[in-house]
């Protein structure tokens, strides 16, 4: 947990409620750790309140269920989801839950042993830690033969890549796709494009690791940023520019050059987590590659723009008739006292992933 901006993390007893209706308490298995969990760090809590509890691509085990829940039984295993469509919004109410901007959330149930503080779940999920408590329909029921040390993976970065490339933008068969920033979620992008048939896939980013990475999930070529020009590289090996362009870094030169690499009417989609002061200029009016004579579209893309009740059964389908590599995204196993050491590794960028053993 983090204690105060700035604090590093800590580990501590906590307390917990039973689950309240309508909640689920969970025993967990297993945590990636995400680069959000990090940004909450970085950014003093990101307006959340203090204590915190990190971590939200968790698997485990359902330990018990509260009033009313009849779609689980302890013993099941899940992935927790930290969108779980409301069901009462617009979005909602019209049929369209992957547009719903809300979530349901249990109550705050975790407490410091030490003076009894409610816990802030980062996202509604608090996964690093033994146990937690969420609302039964973010606890999404995984096969029995999927593994919880891979299925966390689902939770965040990986439905959050493959999501944009079959929900928000969809890449159809034949299609070119370019992939800028190579880390967990960009290789899930690249990941999704090859599960959809894209024909070509170009990754590019300015690390020659992550570019070999890139190359081991499906990416057919690699731009190296830091040696070329990634948007002329990327228009002459794709012929024209390419139908789908995915950012998943989050900076506006990124957000620029994902939609000067389109070919004519294609589309844009940005991924990454601006700063919050972030803007981007696009070029309108370049005959051959502005927004408008382009006839460029752009889409922003959050957590793959997930449906979990139905697209955590199905990723975990992919991975179990080995389309959806989660084994190689593991780049380490660790326990829960090597979160500040995972951080700092993430830093540096050699890890796709760390995963949290329980
Ligand atoms: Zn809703
Ligand atoms: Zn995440």
Known sequence: MLLEPGAPVVIEEIVIDPPGPGEVLIRLAASGVCHTDLHVKNMKGMGMSFPILLGHEGAGYVEAVGEGVTTLVPGDPVVIAYRAPCGDCPACLRGDPRRCWMALRAKQRIHRKNGGDLLTQV??????????????????????????????????????????????????????????????????????????????????????????????????????????????????????????????????????????????????????????????????????TGFYWNKAKLCVCHCGDALPSNDFPLLAQLYLQ????????????????????????????????SVILF
């Open 322 to 353: 080995g389309k959806l590599d989660l084994d190689g995204m593991v780049t380490k196993t660790i326990g829960l006292e090597d979160v500040e050491e995972a951080f700092e590794m993430m830093e540096t960028g050699d890890v796709i992933r």
């Open 123 to 288: 996202l509604r999920c608090g996964t690093f830690s033994t146990h937690t408590v969420v609302h039964h329909k973010a606890a999404i029921k995984m096969p029995k033969e999927m593994p919880l040390d891979k299925a966390c993976l689902l939770a965040c970065g990986v439905v959050t890549g493959v999501g944009a490339t079959l929900n928000t933008a969809p890449v159809w068969a034949g299609a070119r796709v370019a992939v800028i920033g190579c880390g967990g979620v960009g290789l899930s992008v690249i990941q999704g494009a090859r599960i959809a048939h894209a024909k070509q896939i170009i990754a590019v980013d300015l690390s020659p690791t992550k570019l070999e990475w890139a190359k081991k999930f499906g990416a057919t070529d690699v731009v190296n940023a830091a040696e070329v020009d990634a948007v002329a590289k990327v228009r002459e090996l794709s012929g024209e520019g390419v139908d789908f362009a995915y950012e998943a870094v989050g900076l506006p030169k990124c957000i620029d050059q994902a939609v000067r690499m389109l070919a004519y009417a294609g589309t844009a989609t940005h991924i990454g987590l601006p700063e919050s002061n972030a803007s981007v200029t696009l070029d309108l009016g370049d005959m051959d």
